[in-house]
Protein backbone atom coordinates (compact mmCIF):
# COMPACT_ATOMS: atom_id res chain seq x y z
CA UNK A 1 0.00 0.00 0.00
CA UNK A 2 1.38 3.63 -0.75
CA UNK A 3 2.16 5.55 1.78
CA UNK A 4 -0.57 7.76 2.88
CA UNK A 5 0.32 11.46 1.72
CA UNK A 6 -1.62 14.80 1.00
CA UNK A 7 0.05 15.23 -1.98
CA UNK A 8 -2.32 14.71 -4.98
CA UNK A 9 -0.43 12.04 -7.51
CA UNK A 10 1.62 13.81 -9.71
CA UNK A 11 2.50 16.95 -7.90
CA UNK A 12 6.26 17.72 -8.16
CA UNK A 13 8.36 17.20 -4.95
CA UNK A 14 8.86 21.10 -4.40
CA UNK A 15 8.88 22.59 -0.90
CA UNK A 16 9.92 20.03 1.93
CA UNK A 17 13.55 19.51 2.03
CA UNK A 18 14.65 22.19 -0.73
CA UNK A 19 15.99 25.89 1.27
CA UNK A 20 13.42 28.28 0.44
CA UNK A 21 14.49 30.55 -2.69
CA UNK A 22 15.51 34.38 -1.32
CA UNK A 23 15.54 36.82 -3.45
CA UNK A 24 15.53 40.98 -3.26
CA UNK A 25 18.42 43.00 -3.96
CA UNK A 26 20.83 40.78 -2.84
CA UNK A 27 20.78 38.43 -5.54
CA UNK A 28 23.28 38.88 -8.25
CA UNK A 29 22.62 40.99 -10.95
CA UNK A 30 23.66 39.36 -13.95
CA UNK A 31 22.23 38.35 -17.03
CA UNK A 32 22.92 34.19 -16.56
CA UNK A 33 21.49 31.90 -19.41
CA UNK A 34 22.06 28.28 -18.01
CA UNK A 35 19.55 26.49 -20.29
CA UNK A 36 17.46 27.81 -23.58
CA UNK A 37 14.59 30.03 -22.48
CA UNK A 38 11.94 28.46 -21.30
CA UNK A 39 13.96 25.59 -19.78
CA UNK A 40 13.25 22.27 -19.55
CA UNK A 41 11.79 22.66 -15.94
CA UNK A 42 9.78 25.68 -16.72
CA UNK A 43 8.43 23.57 -20.15
CA UNK A 44 7.12 20.85 -17.19
CA UNK A 45 5.70 23.43 -15.11
CA UNK A 46 4.03 25.07 -18.61
CA UNK A 47 2.54 21.75 -19.27
CA UNK A 48 1.35 21.22 -15.75
CA UNK A 49 -0.14 24.56 -15.72
CA UNK A 50 -1.74 23.98 -18.54
CA UNK A 51 -3.85 21.06 -16.61
CA UNK A 52 -5.04 23.14 -14.09
CA UNK A 53 -5.11 27.22 -14.85
CA UNK A 54 -7.35 28.16 -17.45
CA UNK A 55 -6.97 29.27 -20.80
CA UNK A 56 -8.04 32.74 -20.43
CA UNK A 57 -5.28 33.72 -18.32
CA UNK A 58 -1.97 34.32 -20.90
CA UNK A 59 1.63 33.90 -20.49
CA UNK A 60 3.74 36.83 -21.63
CA UNK A 61 7.13 34.71 -21.30
CA UNK A 62 6.36 30.97 -19.60
CA UNK A 63 9.65 30.58 -17.35
CA UNK A 64 8.77 29.75 -13.88
CA UNK A 65 9.71 32.16 -11.37
CA UNK A 66 12.06 31.35 -8.11
CA UNK A 67 13.30 34.43 -7.07
CA UNK A 68 13.43 38.04 -8.00
CA UNK A 69 15.24 41.44 -6.78
CA UNK A 70 16.73 44.24 -7.67
CA UNK A 71 16.67 44.57 -12.14
CA UNK A 72 16.58 40.49 -12.37
CA UNK A 73 13.88 37.76 -11.96
CA UNK A 74 16.15 34.11 -11.60
CA UNK A 75 13.82 30.99 -12.83
CA UNK A 76 13.65 27.12 -11.96
CA UNK A 77 16.36 26.14 -14.83
CA UNK A 78 18.77 29.00 -12.93
CA UNK A 79 18.61 31.08 -15.41
CA UNK A 80 18.44 35.23 -14.51
CA UNK A 81 16.85 37.52 -16.09
CA UNK A 82 17.05 41.48 -16.52
CA UNK A 83 13.60 42.65 -16.02
CA UNK A 84 12.56 45.27 -17.93
CA UNK A 85 8.73 44.76 -17.09
CA UNK A 86 8.24 45.11 -13.30
CA UNK A 87 5.55 42.78 -13.36
CA UNK A 88 3.37 45.31 -15.71
CA UNK A 89 4.71 48.30 -13.40
CA UNK A 90 4.40 47.12 -9.80
CA UNK A 91 8.00 46.45 -8.24
CA UNK A 92 9.37 49.65 -8.77
CA UNK A 93 10.86 49.80 -5.83
CA UNK A 94 12.40 46.07 -6.86
CA UNK A 95 11.00 42.65 -6.13
CA UNK A 96 11.29 41.85 -2.46
CA UNK A 97 12.48 44.76 -1.62
CA UNK A 98 13.45 44.58 1.71
CA UNK A 99 11.51 47.01 3.43
CA UNK A 100 8.57 45.88 1.61
CA UNK A 101 9.20 41.76 2.91
CA UNK A 102 10.60 43.11 6.46
CA UNK A 103 6.73 45.15 7.55
CA UNK A 104 5.16 42.36 5.05
CA UNK A 105 6.23 39.28 7.42
CA UNK A 106 6.42 41.72 10.74
CA UNK A 107 2.41 42.48 9.88
CA UNK A 108 1.59 38.78 9.37
CA UNK A 109 3.19 37.52 12.55
CA UNK A 110 0.99 40.27 14.17
CA UNK A 111 -2.59 39.90 12.43
CA UNK A 112 -3.40 39.15 8.84
CA UNK A 113 -6.85 40.41 8.70
CA UNK A 114 -10.02 42.37 10.64
CA UNK A 115 -11.84 43.87 7.93
CA UNK A 116 -10.98 47.66 8.11
CA UNK A 117 -15.21 48.03 8.35
CA UNK A 118 -15.49 45.95 11.11
CA UNK A 119 -12.55 47.26 13.04
CA UNK A 120 -9.94 49.55 12.20
CA UNK A 121 -6.05 49.33 12.57
CA UNK A 122 -3.22 51.79 12.14
CA UNK A 123 -1.79 50.90 8.65
CA UNK A 124 -4.64 51.56 6.68
CA UNK A 125 -5.17 55.08 8.54
CA UNK A 126 -1.45 55.54 7.61
CA UNK A 127 -1.56 55.07 3.83
CA UNK A 128 -4.52 56.95 3.67
CA UNK A 129 -2.32 59.61 5.42
CA UNK A 130 0.82 59.23 3.16
CA UNK A 131 -1.37 59.31 0.40
CA UNK A 132 -2.81 62.59 1.10
CA UNK A 133 0.64 64.21 1.21
CA UNK A 134 2.15 62.56 -2.27
CA UNK A 135 -0.90 62.90 -4.35
CA UNK A 136 -0.83 66.22 -6.49
CA UNK A 137 -2.75 69.15 -4.96
CA UNK A 138 -2.60 70.44 -1.26
CA UNK A 139 -6.09 70.65 -0.55
CA UNK A 140 -8.06 68.27 2.11
CA UNK A 141 -8.10 64.72 0.76
CA UNK A 142 -9.59 61.75 1.85
CA UNK A 143 -8.86 58.11 0.46
CA UNK A 144 -10.16 54.61 0.03
CA UNK A 145 -8.14 51.33 0.16
CA UNK A 146 -9.66 48.49 -2.43
CA UNK A 147 -7.80 45.52 -3.74
CA UNK A 148 -7.26 46.05 -7.42
CA UNK A 149 -6.90 49.08 -10.38
CA UNK A 150 -10.13 48.07 -11.87
CA UNK A 151 -11.78 48.35 -8.47
CA UNK A 152 -10.17 51.73 -7.62
CA UNK A 153 -11.64 53.10 -11.26
CA UNK A 154 -15.34 51.49 -10.52
CA UNK A 155 -14.93 53.48 -6.84
CA UNK A 156 -14.01 56.50 -8.34
CA UNK A 157 -16.86 56.47 -10.68
CA UNK A 158 -19.35 55.83 -8.04
CA UNK A 159 -18.01 58.85 -5.87
CA UNK A 160 -18.31 61.25 -9.00
CA UNK A 161 -21.42 59.58 -9.51
CA UNK A 162 -22.87 60.46 -5.97
CA UNK A 163 -21.14 63.92 -5.63
CA UNK A 164 -23.02 65.59 -9.07
CA UNK A 165 -25.93 63.30 -9.16
CA UNK A 166 -25.14 62.95 -13.25
CA UNK A 167 -24.43 59.31 -14.80
CA UNK A 168 -22.37 60.09 -17.50
CA UNK A 169 -18.83 58.80 -17.70
CA UNK A 170 -16.13 59.52 -20.21
CA UNK A 171 -12.89 58.59 -21.51
CA UNK A 172 -10.30 58.66 -24.11
CA UNK A 173 -9.78 56.32 -27.64
CA UNK A 174 -7.12 53.67 -26.77
CA UNK A 175 -7.31 53.82 -22.78
CA UNK A 176 -7.01 50.86 -20.83
CA UNK A 177 -9.33 50.94 -17.39
CA UNK A 178 -9.53 47.50 -16.34
CA UNK A 179 -11.87 44.09 -16.55
CA UNK A 180 -14.48 44.28 -14.83
CA UNK A 181 -17.84 45.13 -16.51
CA UNK A 182 -17.70 48.78 -15.78
CA UNK A 183 -14.22 49.05 -16.54
CA UNK A 184 -14.17 46.97 -19.78
CA UNK A 185 -17.18 49.64 -20.99
CA UNK A 186 -14.00 52.35 -20.11
CA UNK A 187 -11.43 50.29 -22.08
CA UNK A 188 -11.21 51.12 -25.71
CA UNK A 189 -9.76 47.70 -27.49
CA UNK A 190 -11.75 44.86 -28.01
CA UNK A 191 -9.63 41.81 -28.13
CA UNK A 192 -8.35 40.38 -25.93
CA UNK A 193 -9.99 42.81 -23.06
CA UNK A 194 -13.73 42.87 -24.27
CA UNK A 195 -14.68 40.44 -26.77
CA UNK A 196 -17.19 38.03 -26.47
CA UNK A 197 -17.86 39.45 -22.66
CA UNK A 198 -20.19 42.37 -23.50
CA UNK A 199 -23.28 43.79 -22.29
CA UNK A 200 -21.22 46.56 -21.40
CA UNK A 201 -22.40 49.12 -18.76
CA UNK A 202 -23.63 51.89 -20.15
CA UNK A 203 -23.09 55.93 -20.33
CA UNK A 204 -19.76 55.56 -20.94
CA UNK A 205 -18.38 58.27 -23.67
CA UNK A 206 -15.29 58.47 -25.44
CA UNK A 207 -13.17 61.06 -26.47
CA UNK A 208 -10.91 61.46 -29.31
CA UNK A 209 -7.43 61.63 -26.97
CA UNK A 210 -3.91 63.65 -27.76
CA UNK A 211 -1.80 60.96 -29.99
CA UNK A 212 1.16 63.20 -31.94
CA UNK A 213 2.84 60.23 -33.65
CA UNK A 214 -0.95 59.32 -34.96
CA UNK A 215 -2.08 62.56 -35.88
CA UNK A 216 -3.28 63.05 -39.29
CA UNK A 217 -1.86 66.51 -39.04
CA UNK A 218 -0.21 68.37 -36.54
CA UNK A 219 -2.12 69.61 -33.74
CA UNK A 220 -1.74 71.41 -30.72
CA UNK A 221 -2.09 70.30 -27.03
CA UNK A 222 -5.06 72.60 -26.28
CA UNK A 223 -6.35 72.16 -29.83
CA UNK A 224 -6.32 68.69 -29.06
CA UNK A 225 -8.24 69.37 -25.51
CA UNK A 226 -11.09 71.20 -27.61
CA UNK A 227 -11.56 68.62 -30.53
CA UNK A 228 -12.60 66.05 -27.35
CA UNK A 229 -14.54 69.16 -25.45
CA UNK A 230 -16.62 69.61 -28.52
CA UNK A 231 -17.21 65.64 -28.92
CA UNK A 232 -18.30 65.36 -25.56
CA UNK A 233 -20.06 69.10 -25.35
CA UNK A 234 -22.08 67.59 -28.47
CA UNK A 235 -22.59 64.03 -27.96
CA UNK A 236 -22.83 63.83 -24.07
CA UNK A 237 -23.66 67.63 -22.52
CA UNK A 238 -21.25 68.58 -19.98
CA UNK A 239 -23.81 68.82 -17.66
CA UNK A 240 -24.83 64.92 -17.98
CA UNK A 241 -21.03 64.18 -17.20
CA UNK A 242 -20.32 63.07 -13.87
CA UNK A 243 -16.32 62.60 -14.71
CA UNK A 244 -13.67 62.79 -16.87
CA UNK A 245 -11.66 59.28 -16.57
CA UNK A 246 -7.94 59.62 -17.91
CA UNK A 247 -4.39 58.09 -17.75
CA UNK A 248 -1.65 61.23 -17.95
CA UNK A 249 0.03 58.86 -20.06
CA UNK A 250 -1.73 55.93 -21.67
CA UNK A 251 -0.51 52.57 -20.39
CA UNK A 252 -1.74 49.23 -21.91
CA UNK A 253 -3.20 51.78 -25.04
CA UNK A 254 0.48 52.42 -26.16
CA UNK A 255 2.36 54.73 -23.64
CA UNK A 256 0.71 58.01 -25.55
CA UNK A 257 2.19 61.31 -24.05
CA UNK A 258 -0.14 63.50 -24.82
CA UNK A 259 0.64 66.79 -26.67
CA UNK A 260 1.56 69.72 -23.73
CA UNK A 261 -1.49 71.68 -22.66
CA UNK A 262 -3.74 69.41 -23.13
CA UNK A 263 -4.49 67.64 -19.77
CA UNK A 264 -4.17 71.14 -18.26
CA UNK A 265 -7.27 72.60 -20.74
CA UNK A 266 -8.80 69.81 -19.81
CA UNK A 267 -8.39 70.76 -15.90
CA UNK A 268 -9.94 73.66 -17.40
CA UNK A 269 -13.18 72.51 -18.70
CA UNK A 270 -14.08 69.94 -16.22
CA UNK A 271 -13.44 72.61 -13.60
CA UNK A 272 -15.60 75.00 -15.23
CA UNK A 273 -18.60 72.24 -15.67
CA UNK A 274 -18.41 70.43 -12.51
CA UNK A 275 -17.30 67.54 -13.98
CA UNK A 276 -14.73 65.58 -11.76
CA UNK A 277 -11.37 65.18 -13.04
CA UNK A 278 -10.48 61.55 -12.38
CA UNK A 279 -6.56 60.87 -13.01
CA UNK A 280 -5.76 57.11 -13.40
CA UNK A 281 -2.52 56.94 -12.31
CA UNK A 282 -2.53 52.94 -11.44
CA UNK A 283 0.46 52.23 -13.98
CA UNK A 284 1.74 56.20 -14.10
CA UNK A 285 2.13 56.71 -10.28
CA UNK A 286 4.66 56.51 -7.74
CA UNK A 287 7.92 57.40 -9.23
CA UNK A 288 7.51 56.02 -12.51
CA UNK A 289 7.81 58.97 -15.29
CA UNK A 290 9.90 60.85 -12.62
CA UNK A 291 7.58 62.56 -10.83
CA UNK A 292 5.66 61.46 -7.59
CA UNK A 293 2.88 61.21 -10.56
CA UNK A 294 2.23 61.90 -13.53
CA UNK A 295 0.35 64.67 -13.21
CA UNK A 296 2.44 66.91 -11.23
CA UNK A 297 4.64 67.08 -14.89
CA UNK A 298 2.24 69.75 -16.03
CA UNK A 299 1.33 70.88 -12.51
CA UNK A 300 -2.42 69.37 -13.16
CA UNK A 301 -3.89 68.92 -10.25
CA UNK A 302 -6.83 66.05 -10.69
CA UNK A 303 -10.23 65.87 -8.18
CA UNK A 304 -9.74 62.31 -7.59
CA UNK A 305 -6.79 59.46 -8.70
CA UNK A 306 -6.47 56.12 -8.77
CA UNK A 307 -3.66 53.90 -7.54
CA UNK A 308 -2.42 50.63 -7.63
CA UNK A 309 0.58 48.50 -8.82
CA UNK A 310 3.25 50.83 -7.76
CA UNK A 311 1.57 51.43 -4.37
CA UNK A 312 2.45 48.18 -2.85
CA UNK A 313 5.41 46.74 -3.85
CA UNK A 314 3.93 43.51 -5.23
CA UNK A 315 1.27 43.16 -2.61
CA UNK A 316 -2.55 43.80 -4.22
CA UNK A 317 -3.60 46.92 -3.20
CA UNK A 318 -5.37 50.31 -4.55
CA UNK A 319 -6.79 53.88 -3.65
CA UNK A 320 -9.05 56.40 -4.73
CA UNK A 321 -7.74 59.96 -3.12
CA UNK A 322 -9.14 63.44 -3.87
CA UNK A 323 -11.03 66.03 -2.65
CA UNK A 324 -12.72 65.71 1.08
CA UNK A 325 -15.82 67.13 0.13
CA UNK A 326 -16.27 65.24 -3.27
CA UNK A 327 -15.01 62.15 -1.47
CA UNK A 328 -17.66 62.45 1.79
CA UNK A 329 -20.45 62.78 -0.80
CA UNK A 330 -21.02 59.10 -0.31
CA UNK A 331 -22.84 57.79 2.40
CA UNK A 332 -21.84 55.82 5.16
CA UNK A 333 -20.92 52.11 4.44
CA UNK A 334 -21.46 53.12 0.45
CA UNK A 335 -17.43 52.63 -0.38
CA UNK A 336 -15.84 49.33 0.95
CA UNK A 337 -15.10 45.45 0.74
CA UNK A 338 -13.70 42.91 2.73
CA UNK A 339 -10.26 43.08 1.66
CA UNK A 340 -9.75 46.51 0.65
CA UNK A 341 -6.95 47.83 2.62
CA UNK A 342 -5.54 44.57 4.14
CA UNK A 343 -2.99 45.25 6.68
CA UNK A 344 -0.49 43.12 5.15
CA UNK A 345 -0.78 44.80 1.79
CA UNK A 346 -0.67 48.38 4.11
CA UNK A 347 2.67 47.50 5.62
CA UNK A 348 3.92 46.51 2.27
CA UNK A 349 3.13 50.28 1.03
CA UNK A 350 4.14 51.65 3.54
CA UNK A 351 7.80 49.89 3.39
CA UNK A 352 7.39 50.70 -0.47
CA UNK A 353 6.93 54.52 0.21
CA UNK A 354 9.63 54.29 2.61
CA UNK A 355 12.16 52.89 0.25
CA UNK A 356 11.05 55.69 -3.01
CA UNK A 357 11.72 58.61 -0.66
CA UNK A 358 14.75 57.07 0.90
CA UNK A 359 16.26 56.10 -2.69
CA UNK A 360 14.93 59.34 -4.24
CA UNK A 361 13.24 56.86 -6.56
CA UNK A 362 11.54 59.66 -8.77
CA UNK A 363 14.79 61.11 -9.74
CA UNK A 364 16.20 57.59 -10.35
CA UNK A 365 13.18 57.23 -12.49
CA UNK A 366 14.08 60.93 -14.46
CA UNK A 367 17.91 58.84 -14.92
CA UNK A 368 16.65 55.83 -16.02
CA UNK A 369 14.25 57.73 -18.86
CA UNK A 370 17.37 59.41 -19.98
CA UNK A 371 19.55 56.35 -19.94
CA UNK A 372 17.17 54.58 -21.98
CA UNK A 373 15.58 57.34 -24.23
CA UNK A 374 19.21 57.55 -25.70
CA UNK A 375 19.19 53.77 -26.19
CA UNK A 376 15.88 53.99 -28.30
CA UNK A 377 17.10 57.16 -30.15
CA UNK A 378 20.46 55.29 -31.62
CA UNK A 379 18.19 52.29 -32.38
CA UNK A 380 15.55 54.90 -34.34
CA UNK A 381 18.17 55.82 -35.76
CA UNK A 382 19.31 52.69 -37.54
CA UNK A 383 16.01 51.09 -38.10
CA UNK A 384 13.11 52.72 -40.04
CA UNK A 385 10.91 50.12 -38.62
CA UNK A 386 11.02 52.32 -35.13
CA UNK A 387 8.41 55.18 -36.21
CA UNK A 388 8.16 57.08 -32.49
CA UNK A 389 10.34 57.15 -29.29
CA UNK A 390 8.12 58.28 -26.78
CA UNK A 391 7.23 58.12 -22.50
CA UNK A 392 8.84 59.55 -19.71
CA UNK A 393 11.22 58.63 -16.89
CA UNK A 394 11.23 54.67 -16.73
CA UNK A 395 7.94 54.33 -18.74
CA UNK A 396 9.93 54.64 -22.31
CA UNK A 397 8.61 52.94 -25.69
CA UNK A 398 9.04 52.73 -29.17
CA UNK A 399 6.50 52.30 -31.41
CA UNK A 400 7.38 49.74 -34.60
CA UNK A 401 6.22 50.56 -37.66
CA UNK A 402 6.06 49.24 -41.63
CA UNK A 403 8.38 50.74 -44.51
CA UNK A 404 5.24 53.50 -44.72
CA UNK A 405 6.88 55.29 -41.52
CA UNK A 406 3.41 54.80 -40.00
CA UNK A 407 1.40 51.08 -40.27
CA UNK A 408 1.67 49.59 -37.32
CA UNK A 409 3.95 46.58 -37.31
CA UNK A 410 3.05 44.26 -34.62
CA UNK A 411 4.55 41.48 -36.14
CA UNK A 412 7.79 43.01 -35.67
CA UNK A 413 7.32 43.91 -32.22
CA UNK A 414 6.65 40.75 -31.29
CA UNK A 415 9.58 39.04 -32.95
CA UNK A 416 12.06 41.99 -31.17
CA UNK A 417 10.09 40.98 -27.74
CA UNK A 418 10.22 37.34 -28.44
CA UNK A 419 14.36 38.03 -29.19
CA UNK A 420 14.97 39.69 -26.14
CA UNK A 421 12.66 36.74 -24.28
CA UNK A 422 15.04 34.32 -25.78
CA UNK A 423 18.31 36.03 -25.19
CA UNK A 424 17.40 36.77 -21.27
CA UNK A 425 15.76 40.20 -20.93
CA UNK A 426 12.01 40.10 -19.96
CA UNK A 427 9.94 42.84 -22.15
CA UNK A 428 6.41 43.18 -23.02
CA UNK A 429 4.42 44.68 -26.08
CA UNK A 430 1.14 47.19 -25.88
CA UNK A 431 -0.66 49.50 -27.66
CA UNK A 432 -3.97 49.54 -29.53
CA UNK A 433 -2.28 47.97 -32.46
CA UNK A 434 -0.14 45.61 -30.72
CA UNK A 435 3.43 47.29 -32.30
CA UNK A 436 4.55 49.45 -29.20
CA UNK A 437 7.37 47.43 -27.24
CA UNK A 438 7.39 49.26 -23.89
CA UNK A 439 10.08 49.37 -21.09
CA UNK A 440 9.19 49.52 -17.18
CA UNK A 441 12.14 48.73 -15.17
CA UNK A 442 12.30 48.29 -11.66
CA UNK A 443 13.62 51.94 -10.30
CA UNK A 444 16.24 49.96 -8.57
CA UNK A 445 17.99 48.58 -11.55
CA UNK A 446 21.70 49.36 -12.00
CA UNK A 447 23.08 51.20 -15.19
CA UNK A 448 24.94 48.22 -15.74
CA UNK A 449 22.01 45.90 -16.03
CA UNK A 450 20.23 48.56 -18.20
CA UNK A 451 22.95 49.15 -20.71
CA UNK A 452 23.34 45.10 -20.79
CA UNK A 453 19.40 45.00 -21.55
CA UNK A 454 19.17 47.62 -24.28
CA UNK A 455 22.36 46.00 -25.85
CA UNK A 456 19.94 43.24 -26.57
CA UNK A 457 16.75 44.91 -27.39
CA UNK A 458 19.53 46.56 -30.19
CA UNK A 459 20.50 43.17 -31.12
CA UNK A 460 17.00 42.13 -31.97
CA UNK A 461 16.04 45.05 -33.85
CA UNK A 462 19.18 43.91 -35.85
CA UNK A 463 18.48 40.30 -35.90
CA UNK A 464 15.08 40.93 -37.22
CA UNK A 465 15.50 43.59 -39.68
N1 LIG B 1 -5.84 51.47 -15.05
C1 LIG B 1 -4.06 52.71 -16.17
O1 LIG B 1 -2.73 50.20 -16.30
C2 LIG B 1 -3.77 47.74 -15.24
C3 LIG B 1 -3.39 45.27 -17.03
C4 LIG B 1 -2.87 43.93 -17.30
P1 LIG B 1 -5.82 46.05 -12.22
N2 LIG B 1 -2.86 47.54 -16.31
C5 LIG B 1 -2.35 46.19 -16.49
C6 LIG B 1 -3.95 43.03 -17.85
O2 LIG B 1 -3.82 42.61 -19.00
O3 LIG B 1 -4.91 42.76 -17.11
C7 LIG B 1 -4.49 49.06 -15.15
C8 LIG B 1 -3.92 50.23 -15.70
C9 LIG B 1 -4.64 51.43 -15.62
C10 LIG B 1 -6.40 50.36 -14.52
C11 LIG B 1 -5.75 49.14 -14.54
C12 LIG B 1 -6.40 47.96 -13.89
O4 LIG B 1 -5.66 47.54 -12.79
O5 LIG B 1 -5.06 46.08 -10.92
O6 LIG B 1 -5.23 45.12 -13.24
O7 LIG B 1 -7.28 45.84 -12.01
Known amino acids: MPPASTTPAGAPATGAGSPAPVGGPGLPQERRLATEIPGPRSKEKMARRDRFVATGVSTTLPVFVEAAGGGVLVDVDGNSLIDLGSGIAVVGVGNAAPRVAERVAAQARAFTHTCFMVTPYDGYVDVCEQLSALTPGDHDKRSALLNSGAEAVENAVKVARAHTGRSAVAVVDHAYHGRTNLTMAMTAKSMPYKHSFGPFANEVYRAPMSYPFREPVPITGPAAADRAI?????????????????EPILGEGGFVVPADGFLPRLREWTAAHGIVLVADEIQTGFCRTGDWFACDHEGVVPDLITTAKGIAGGLPLAAVTG??????????????GTYGGNPVACAAALGAIETMREQDLPARARAIGTLVGERLRAIADRHACVGDVRGRGAMMAVEVVDEDGRSPHPVRAAAVSAYCHAHGVVTLTCGTYGNVLRFLPPLVISDALLTEAFDVVAEAFDATA
Do not use: F, T, W, Y
Open 323 to 336: RAEIMDSVHVGGLG
Open 230 to 246: DVLEKQVGAANLACLVI
